[in-house]
């Protein structure tokens, strides 16, 4: 299973259930466009250490863009950034998991729903802490 951003930041923050969805998981991974995203968004130096032992703390491969990747989300990015608005990191996330044959865990659907061929398993973040 491929992990979106926002659930990797729902779980960093400590949502409980963005934990869980995380760890029963036995095969998971996230793109390199969602550490860079991650680390993108980072407030402080400590921060950014926290982040960067995230991924390994939580047993998450990250996938680096192949050509392969690259080549499937500039197809993707063309057949429909027009009609739907894809952006290019969604595009990179979607064709890595489109790429490795796994579903993308995601709470942001409609970003995702234009995607042929892609599973999607919708995730929604606890409301409390």
């Known amino acids: ?8 930041i729902s779980c960093f923050r400590g949502d409980r259930e963005a ?3 995380v760890a029963s998981h036995l095969e998971k991974g996230v793109s390199i466009i969602s550490v860079m995203e991650m680390l993108q968004g980072a407030k402080s130096k400590d921060e950014l250490q926290r982040i960067r032992r995230f991924f390994p703390n939580h047993e ?3 996938i680096p863009v192949s050509e392969s990747i690259s080549y499937l989300a500039a197809t993707l ?3 429909h950034t027009l009609s739907t608005g894809l952006q290019l990191g969604e595009a990179l ?4 998991a489109r790429e490795r044959g796994s579903g993308l865990v995601t709470g942001n659907v409609r970003h995702f729903r234009s995607v042929p061929r892609l599973e999607i ?9």
């Open 1 to 8: 299973m491929i992990f979106d951003t926002d659930v990797l």
């Open 19 to 21: 934990a869980e969805s």
């Open 60 to 62: 998450l491969e990250v």
């Open 77 to 79: 990015i063309e057949e």
């Open 93 to 96: 996330i979607a064709a890595t």
């Open 121 to 129: 398993k919708p995730f929604r973040p606890s409301a409390h802490k």
